[in-house]
């Protein structure tokens, strides 16, 4: 499909090659049991899955800042739960996340085996709203880093998916026209909406099982990209 279209690809990192919700699952277990906080896991992960995309796409809206991101999306989840967390530790354990997230390194199945094909024929690049001094740790410790050509950040362009200014800095950086570049990731409105308006091609991981849609093509399973490609 995208064979002898494109020179470059770009993919997001969380929940499309690092499996994000493996690995805050990961993190919350470790930091829950050092700290002493007596909730279940399964029952608080229900709540904070939700409510992490609900902050994050108020992030990404400039709604809200870094800061209150990392406090709100945890205090919003204890409140619900009837979880008597003070301030200091809520603190704390934001801090600690971040702290620890990086040091879970679970991918996605079959990553490691796409890049390695996708190496030798493309230029590979990373495109993420994630924060820089994470986003670094995370490629670094699951050993893909050195699969990237560039890795364009948000806090890097001052900017976050889906504002064209990401995708263009990304493209600067890379020295590719659009028409040459395919985006994949798992978020319909900043990965494949943002970066089809400014003429990309797109592909779209539909990690969450969202309903089936036109707006790109979509696969299941990140081993079928090498059918496309």
């Known amino acids: 499909m995208f064979e002898g279209k494109v020179t470059d690809i770009f993919f997001d990192l969380d929940h499309t090659l690092w499996d ?11 930091i829950f049991n050092e700290q002493k906080v007596e909730v279940d896991l399964e029952a608080f992960l229900e709540v904070y899955v939700p409510a992490n995309l609900k902050f994050w796409r108020l992030f990404r809206e400039d709604k809200i800042t870094k800061s209150e991101l990392r406090y709100q999306r945890l205090k919003s989840v204890f409140d619900t739960m009837g979880y008597p967390a003070t301030d200091d530790l809520i603190h704390m354990l934001s801090e600690e996340y971040i702290n620890h997230l990086s040091s879970f390194n679970t991918l996605f199945p079959n990553a490691i085996e796409v890049l390695e094909y996708l190496k030798p024929k493309y230029k590979l690049h990373i495109i993420t709203n994630g924060f820089q001094e994470v986003q670094e740790k995370k490629l670094r410790n699951a050993g893909i ?8 950040d948000s806090e890097m362009a001052g900017a976050k998916k889906p504002n064209p200014v990401i995708f263009n800095l990304a493209l600067d950086k890379a ?34 099982k969202e309903e089936s849609h036109n707006i790109a093509p979509i696969i299941y399973d990140l081993q079928e990209i090498k059918s496309l490609l």
């Open 175 to 208: 020295g590719v026209l659009p028409e040459k570049s395919l985006m994949i990731g798992d978020s319909l409105e900043a990965d494949i909406m943002g970066a089809k308006s400014l003429g990309f091609y797109t592909l779209h991981f539909n990690a969450h």
């Open 145 to 152: 880093h050195g699969y990237f050509d560039q890795i364009i």
């Open 20 to 30: 994000f919700d493996q690995n805050s699952a990961l993190t919350f277990k470790k």
